[in-house]
């Protein structure tokens, strides 16, 4: 049974390129959530979908973070400049209903 | 915004003695959760406790539960060297679409 599949698992960039990260969650689950890890935060919530829509992007940190979800096998977080504070480990995690959430091993990003 | 504050932010045992790690919330909860981090992975959940229960068990874990105080407690039993890893409390404030809200965690090193 595969579990939350995140891609890449490390990327390396420069501040000012376009990154996009993305997710398939597990089949059947109705949730898909982005969050943030960084030492001095924690783990943050940036955004989140029901069935493909999103609910709640009020994490989102600036206009310059996007998330779509173009149908319920895929999500993508994009980050249009990137800049070196956006460093950190982005996780995506999916659910169905109300249980618990099942989480990818992150993409850990790295932006010079 | 974190929800859930664990305490202490790092622990050190020896294998065989039992880690107990607290969580303090803010707001009323449906549910409070408790997940496991090992290095370099996403986060793996463990137990889940409803607001109208006091006590749970799985395996080696006890979990506790006190609305009153806005408070829960996670030990685990005759710790092994593999509990080594980051350990998180997250709660569900209850209302349909909403994201589990993380804290900051416990890390707990057992030493053999």
């Known amino acids: 049974d595969a579990g939350v599949i995140q891609s890449p698992r490390h990327e390396v960039t420069e501040m000012g390129q376009e990154v996009t990260l993305r997710c398939k969650p597990i089949s059947g689950h109705d949730y898909l959530f982005w969050y943030r890890q960084t030492m001095m935060r924690g783990l943050e919530l940036l955004i989140y979908f029901n069935n493909n829509v999103p609910i709640d992007d009020s994490g989102m940190p600036e206009d310059r973070f996007s998330a779509k979800m173009p149908n319920a096998s895929f999500s993508t977080l994009k980050i249009q400049p990137s800049e070196p504070r956006d460093s950190a480990v982005y996780f995506c995690?999916?659910?169905?209903?109300?249980?618990?959430?099942?989480f990818g091993d992150g993409t850990r990003l790295s932006i010079l | 915004s974190q929800q859930g504050e664990e305490d202490p932010q790092a622990l050190s045992i020896q294998e065989g003695e039992n880690a107990t790690m607290n969580c303090s919330y803010k707001t009323s909860i449906n549910n409070l959760q408790w997940y496991r981090q090992n290095s370099g992975r996403g986060l793996v959940h463990l137990i889940l406790?409803?607001?109208?229960?006091r006590e749970k068990h799985s395996g080696r874990l006890r979990v506790t539960l006190d609305t009153s105080k806005k408070s829960s407690s996670l030990l685990i039993t005759a710790s092994r060297a593999a509990d080594t890893a980051s350990y998180f409390c997250a709660t569900d404030a209850g209302q349909a679409g909403t994201a589990l809200i993380f804290g900051k965690g416990t890390t707990l090193s057992v030493s053999s």
């Open positions: 406790i409803r607001s109208n229960e």
């Open positions: 995690a999916s659910r169905q209903g109300f249980r618990p959430q099942h």
